[in-house]
């Protein structure tokens, strides 16, 4: 299997994951880490989609070339051919394109420089748009600049100026910001980060050691603490030699910061850059940054540092406007076998009889179709089976009996500890309906347990089981060995820490990934794997199954998350855009997208259908590591290494409440079943409940800023805060509720 | 090896610098100790060029120019910080906040480098710290490791499989105050609300401390109540029970006077180890200080037992904050010791057991509350001396007086209680050999003369020169001299005797006795990778007392019990528990390599032949040794939970020898 998959993977990864100087040079990447890269056409033929593989549009064509030049470059001429026949180009098509760039320059880069400058420029007309000044096309990379891979993109660095001047520049340009209006002077002051980073890249790439290391330490000290870490990495990186492979540079360089500042402020800080000369600055302004102008009152100071702190500045907001269907899919129908019992207590809560309890909650109060639902085939969903229809009645029953919760009706939690982990365990899963526990270790393995009286079951041998009737009615019963019945089952496969686990909605599956690069599938029938899916060639950090099965999402070290189908072992979607290791991945409840959270300190939405990003979230000042949906589809609530929780708003693109009280990295968080309490898990052993529904109402009756999306956030933590609950030396590393809204915690003991 | 400079990194001898740069990234010590590095100015931080050095002659490159040194050393420097903040990756995303040598090996990894094979102990760096002549050193050490030595010795037991275990962390938003769950109210925040009732709390500020670390039980609304009083004299919590508090207390306090043993144990276990109970404090306070007072006047000898044993188990909770209750509780213990009369019949009933263990309570409480302060034991000290000064004072308080001080300590018989012995030897004399005055009075100078001698003994055989005369004894102590000396040659022989080897009568308890229970506890120690057993020994059993038939005496001089874990054959460590001291109260444990041992069991408890680790019923041999007291008077008075040292050794870390009467009972259940 790896060998078939070989070849085309690893033309892709190499694509995407390297940041590769045939699209680098381009500035393709440079103007839209919004933009997605489009999947692989070997991938996308394969989707169930069946979206149209997009290699028709001219530019992709481009950008396929790009990568077999890069492929013959590299002497990986079966890939080559491989990518040459599934994109359907004739085989001379890359000869020719050998043959001019032969002539440009040496191996090929000059010529795609070239042609993918155009692409770039036309792109940035695309994606650009009010700034008038600054949606200058980016200096193209000159073609005579041959050097191979880094080289190209640190070139960038390559003009001289007297080293000695850098720090009179920016401490002129601090004197002036210092000096203007107050309205204006947290707005140009985002300034100072990127302007500070890259001119000091820019003394370093000149072999200027020792300026840059005075101009560190000079103004190091005035940046934001949030760059804290990114600033570490840069302090350590003093010569023209570290800059060759280190990945935090190359986001730096090959992302353009986003700054949003309001139009009169620019147009100051503009006027002062012109009447000064200062064109140092101004040409890293102009190459390094993207200023998103918008019309309007300048952001208070408050307002920015909400939304700053990721690696990459904030989010344009062109990358933020694309419809997004959060709406949750039509329930199918299901007789539902209603016992008189259910039907007292449906009655009893005066609600009507209905299929969908979940949508209680939701608004749509009808059973026809929320408008803000994808359609029902949008993506194509597995058909129901016998058992997943029986488990949705077990659900509806169940949730009738669903205690409803509130502030004055708090959840009972049960902690379940691992005893005798010794730190190792690194994730925890449990089954909706709450009879199973899983947890992967980092010894590699994974265990399951039954927290039910019924013990777990391996089927039978085949030969064992050509012996039983299989006419008789209790042939599911019949199946099972009851010899190996106990409560925990170990299964042996991985070769690294398990750092994803996640159960298949119907019980029948669990995927794990791990640090050894793959992702596993096992049966929990038989209780062996069954495949092994391969393709991160990282550390995989999270997966996770969609709510109605058969695909997962998983992500990694290497930057791309990808989208499997359980019946595939290459993936139907590579989501390629964050600049650092995805560390959480999460379904949206309709299965139509998917988020991810990075160490770059965003969180990005992805449409599983077209595999476009079409939100980045900016706010988190740490690596993302717990996501939630709420239940309804509508909100995003998100923890990271920093101890907070933000909560965004997906249709409109919103940061809308930020929840502060944990003190150590948040590894968990779930909505209640109806989405009123939002529980998060931490590091510093507490548990803590929040109050979602008044975070969201207070929110609702707020006039909606949305045309800047400059909200103003509420220091409200306090009163949304709803309990703490503190466990003995027991991180809390996964949350669920139960169908009838008990909390379950899990963490493994640590004295 | 000559090409130098800094070109060595571009265009010098590749395999050279990649040598030095392999040898240095194999160095895991600096590894670490960057990755430990967590100063907010980095950009200095860079390995020494000595080092550079030493590295490069370890491989046989001499003569390395100070310039590539230079160069070596930045580009080293930053390629280990490279790795470790890699490995911080690996560490978030194993949930720690340690990291690990794996960590440094997975980030290796990454990088496409080999990993370093053979660091992989999770609990400690292997590396050593020297420092001399200026120099400072870290390095590895590499100990010569007979392989016979490893194929002979026994294999240590596997350690502990992973297991779950539930329990509630929150009742409906509250947290119920389990052992599993943390105090309620830490004793810091206990001490606070007595120290300083009259805190002004504003609103808002309060928020956090109180939601955070105890009221859990507040919610909302609760909350909300709050802020709205600008001062608040004291949380009300502290005077309101709940129903449930109501019902345990109720349930505590008639078990623990009622007439089950068994469910006494309980209660009293209860009392000991439930983190929760600092609200009821105060009630279980006034119930023991009312409960003495009613007794002692009704002379009711079983109940005063009980209500020391209740102050004995609050005691040992180690989440208690007792010091606020003191005014309440010693006077109570005091009474037990030194009251005329405790029981009925005075001829017949034990009451001295009483007084020795109320006694040894009050030693306890002396130690552990006496501050400058509240100078409890220089006033106890006065107290038990003004009495029996008191030339009318009855023998039966005489005796609780006596008991006392001598609890206190060996200085306190030195300087309090041998200037005295010739005239209380004179008193007794005029007792036992005087007109018969009374039954009564005989008994209890019978009683105070053979403490006098049992504690006086060991201390004299301390302070004393060796030759023992009869003669002289007498001289100096007068009448009880014959008698003293022939106890404190008895005390040095058995010293002598004990140093090398001990008596032999064995005692085997099998499994199935219904007294010995063993239990697993949940969760391990610290850092040892087993769970301990908890051995209880209910108060029925005696295990080991000179004078059998009163449980709730244990017997005064100090007694080690050697207890040797031994796991399906191979005997590995002992552990040496003191039970009942005179000078602590609480077991003491040790280990001893049992290689250098050459102790023959005196008590042997003997679990079943169940085989292997299943369920409650480990096989495993439990050898009690016992050894006469030595003169270690630094035994430990914390709780008995065993000092971490012990779970170093792969071999059974926590065990514990739990008499009710015996300090200490507090469980080893950090869960």
Redesign the interface.
């Known amino acids: 299997m790896a060998a078939v998959q070989g070849g085309l993977v690893d033309a892709v990864e190499k694509k995407d994951i390297k940041t590769e100087p045939s699209e680098d040079s381009g500035g393709n990447n440079n103007a839209n880490d919004g933009r997605l890269l489009s999947p692989p056409p070997g991938s996308s033929a394969s989707a169930p989609g069946g979206n149209k593989p997009p290699a028709g549009a001219p530019e992709d064509q481009q950008t396929l070339l790009a990568v077999l030049q890069f492929l013959r470059k590299n002497n990986l001429a079966e890939s080559v051919e491989i990518l040459r026949r599934e994109a359907g180009l004739p085989e001379d098509a890359l000869d020719l394109k050998a043959g001019d760039s032969a002539g440009a320059g040496s191996g090929g880069a000059g010529g795609t420089v070239d042609l993918e400058g155009e692409d770039a420029s036309s792109l940035l007309s695309r994606v650009t748009v009010s700034s008038s000044a600054a949606a200058q096309a980016p200096t193209k990379v000159t073609p005579s600049e041959d050097q191979p891979d880094v080289n190209v993109v640190l070139s960038a660095y390559s003009q001289q100026g007297d080293p000695a001047l850098y720090g009179v520049y920016y401490s002129g340009l601090k004197r002036f910001i210092e000096s203007v209006l107050d309205c204006h002077r947290a707005e140009l002051s985002q300034v100072f980060y990127p302007l500070f980073v890259h001119m000091y890249l820019e003394l370093v790439y000149n072999n200027h050691e020792n300026e840059a290391k005075v101009f560190f330490e000079k103004f190091s000290g005035d940046q934001e603490c949030y760059y804290e870490d990114d600033l570490r990495v840069l302090s350590s990186l003093t010569k023209k030699e570290h800059m060759r492979g280190n990945e935090t540079l190359l986001d730096f360089r090959t992302s353009k910061f986003v700054l949003r500042i309001s139009r009169d402020s620019y147009q100051l800080l503009k006027r002062h850059l012109q009447e000064r000369q200062n064109n140092q600055i101004w040409n890293i302004i102009q190459e390094h940054l993207y200023i998103d102008i918008f019309d309007g009152m300048p952001r208070s100071k408050s307002q920015i540092d909400a939304m700053s702190g990721s690696l990459a500045g904030e989010a344009k907001r062109e990358a933020n406007k694309a419809k997004v269907y959060y709406g949750l899919l039509k329930e199918p129908e299901i007789e539902l076998p209603l016992d008189d019992e259910d039907e007292e207590a449906e009655n009893e809560e005066g609600k009507p009889k209905k299929k969908k309890p979940k949508k209680d909650s939701m608004g749509s109060k009808s059973k026809k179709q929320d408008p803000n639902a994808p359609s029902q085939t949008r993506i194509p969903l597995p058909e129901l089976k016998d058992s997943d229809k029986l488990d949705k009645i077990m659900y509806m029953k169940e949730a009738t009996k669903r205690i409803r919760l509130g502030p004055d009706n708090l959840p009972s939690i049960c902690f379940y500890s691992f005893l005798n982990a010794y730190q190792g365990l690194t994730a925890v899963d449990f089954t909706d309906d709450s009879s199973l526990i899983a947890g992967g270790f980092a010894d590699s393995t994974v265990r399951v347990w039954s927290v039910t009286p019924k013990k777990l079951r391996k089927v039978k041998s085949a030969a064992d089981l050509n012996l039983i009737d299989k006419e008789s009615d209790d042939v599911l019963e019949r199946i099972m060995d009851e010899k190996t019945a106990s409560e925990s089952k170990i299964l042996y496969g991985h070769s690294g820490p398990v750092y994803g686990i996640s159960f298949s909605p119907d019980r029948n599956y669990l995927l794990t990934c791990s640090e050894d690069g793959t992702i596993r599938l096992w049966s929990l029938q038989t209780f062996t794997c069954l495949v092994g899916y391969k393709g991160h060639n990282y550390p995989v950090w999270d997966t996770q199954f969609s709510p109605h099965g058969y695909y997962f999402i998983s992500g990694g070290h290497d930057r791309v998350a990808r989208l499997w189908a359980t019946d595939h072992y290459q993936p139907l979607r590579m989501f390629s855009g964050h600049l650092a290791d995805i560390t959480s991945t999460r379904f949206h409840p309709n299965s139509n997208y998917v988020v991810t959270g990075s160490s770059d300190r965003t969180i990005r939405l992805w449409d599983v259908l077209t595999g476009n990003c079409v939100r980045i979230f900016t706010g988190h000042k740490g690596p993302i590591h717990a996501l939630a949906f709420s239940p309804n589809g509508k909100f995003l609530a998100s923890g990271a290494t920093d101890g907070r929780v933000l909560l965004w708003d997906i249709g409109h693109g919103l940061m809308i409440g930020e929840l502060k009280g944990h003190t150590d990295t948040i590894y968990s968080l779930k909505f209640s079943r109806d989405g009123e309490i939002l529980a998060s898990g931490s590091m510093d052993n507490t548990v803590r409940l929040w109050d979602a529904t008044k975070a969201f109402d207070d929110l609702e009756t707020d006039d909606f800023t949305a045309a800047t999306g400059h909200i103003h956030l509420q220091d409200n933590s306090q009163e949304l805060l709803l309990g703490t609950y503190m466990s003995k030396s027991t991180p809390v590393i996964h949350l669920h509720f139960t169908r009838r809204n008990l909390l379950l915690a899990a963490g493994a003991y640590n004295p | 090896v000559s090409i130098m400079g800094s070109e060595i ?2 265009c010098g001898d590749p395999k050279c610098h990649q040598k030095i740069k392999a040898a240095i990234l194999t160095d895991p010590c600096i590894l670490l100790a960057m990755a430990e590095e967590r100063r ?4 200095t931080v860079v390995l020494p060029t000595e080092s550079m050095k030493a590295m490069a002659e370890s491989i046989g490159v001499g003569q390395l120019q100070e310039e590539s040194c230079v160069a070596l050393s ?2 080293v ?2 390629r280990i ?2 790795i470790a ?1 890699d490995a911080l ?2 560490m ?7 990291l ?1 040598t ?1 960590d440094i090996d ?1 980030a290796l990894k ?1 990088k496409n480098v080999e990993p370093l094979y053979g660091f992989q102990s ?1 609990e400690f760096i292997p590396f050593r710290f020297a420092s001399g002549g200026g120099r400072e050193l870290h390095f590895y050490e590499e100990k010569e490791v007979d392989l016979s030595d490893i194929i002979n010795t026994p294999l240590p037991r596997v ?15 509250v ?1 119920p105050s389990i052992p ?3 105090p309620p109210a830490p004793k810091e925040q206990q001490k606070v609300e007595s120290t300083e009732p009259l805190k002004v709390v504003k609103p ?1 500020q309060e ?2 401390g109180t ?2 670390g105890k009221g ?1 039980g507040a ?3 609760d909350g909300k109540g709050k802020e709205k009083g600008l001062i608040r004299l004291k949380p009300r919590s502290t005077h309101e029970l709940s129903v449930e508090q109501q019902l345990y207390y109720k349930e505590i306090t008639e078990a623990c006077v009622g007439s089950c043993e068994a469910k006494r144990a309980e209660a009293l276990q209860s009392i000991a180890t439930d983190p929760g109970l600092y609200q009821m404090l105060p009630r279980f306070s006034t119930f023991i200080s009312e409960g003495v007072r009613v007794n002692v006047v009704q002379n009711n000898l079983a109940l005063l037992i009980y209500l020391m044993r209740m102050v004995k188990a609050l005691m040992d909770n180690p989440t208690l904050y007792l010091e606020k209750y003191l005014h309440e509780l010693i006077p109570a213990v005091v009474t037990c010791i030194v009251s005329k009369q405790l029981c009925l019949r005075p001829d017949v009933d034990n009451h001295w057991a009483l007084r020795d263990f109320a006694a040894r309570l009050m030693a306890q409480s002396c130690k552990t509350f006496s501050t400058t302060t509240n100078n409890i034991q220089s006033r106890i000290t006065k107290t038990f001396t003004k009495s029996w000064l008191d030339e009318k004072t009855q023998w039966t308080t005489r005796y609780g007086c006596i008991a006392g001080l001598a609890e206190l300590g060996a200085d306190v018989i030195k300087t309090l209680i041998l200037p005295r012995l010739t005239v209380e030897g004179a008193r007794i004399k005029a007792v036992m050999e005087g007109p018969v005055v009374s039954n009564i009075d005989k008994i209890g100078a019978d009683h105070v003369q053979s403490l006098l001698l049992k504690h006086c003994a060991s201390v004299i055989a301390k302070i004393r020169p060796q030759p023992d005369n009869v003669e002289q004894y007498r001289i100096d102590y007068g009448y009880l001299g014959p008698m003293l000396c022939s106890h404190v040659m008895k005390a040095r022989t058995q010293a002598a005797l004990q140093a090398q080897q001990v008596n032999r009568t064995t005692l085997t308890i099998t499994q199935p006795r219904p007294t010995l229970t063993v239990s697993q506890s ?6 040892g ?1 087993r ?1 301990p057993s908890i051995i209880k020994v209910p108060s029925s059993l005696t295990l080991m007392s000179p004078r059998p038939g009163t449980p709730s005496q244990p017997s005064p001089p100090a007694t080690k019990y050697i207890v040797m874990a031994t796991s399906a054959g191979p005997a590995s460590t002992q552990q040496v528990i003191t039970l009942s001291s005179s000078q602590s109260a609480s077991p003491v444990t040790s280990t001893v390599p049992s290689a250098t041992s050459t102790l023959q069991p005196l008590v042997k408890l003997e679990s079943g032949s169940g085989p292997g680790l299943t369920g409650s019923r480990p096989m495993q041999k439990y050898i009690v040794v016992s050894l006469p007291s030595s003169a270690s008077s630094s035994l430990e008075n914390k709780s008995s939970v065993l000092p971490t040292s012990i779970s170093s050794t792969p071999i059974e870390a926590g065990m514990k020898l739990d008499r009710s009467e015996s300090p200490g009972a507090s469980t080893q259940s ?2």
Not at chain 2, 40 to 43: D, S
Not at chain 2, 161 to 167: C, G, I, N, R, W
């Open positions: 990194l571009d907010p100015k980095q950009c930045e580009e420097s930053y910080k490279e903040q990756k690996f978030h995303h194993g949930k720690r906040r340690k690990t794996n997975n990454l999770q350690p502990l499989d992973v297991s779950l275990k539930a329990h509630w962390l929150s009742i409906e938003g947290q599993e769950n943390p808002g928020e956090d939601v955070q859990q919610t909302a609304a949940g969760l391990s120690g610290s850092a990778p769970t950090p869960h």
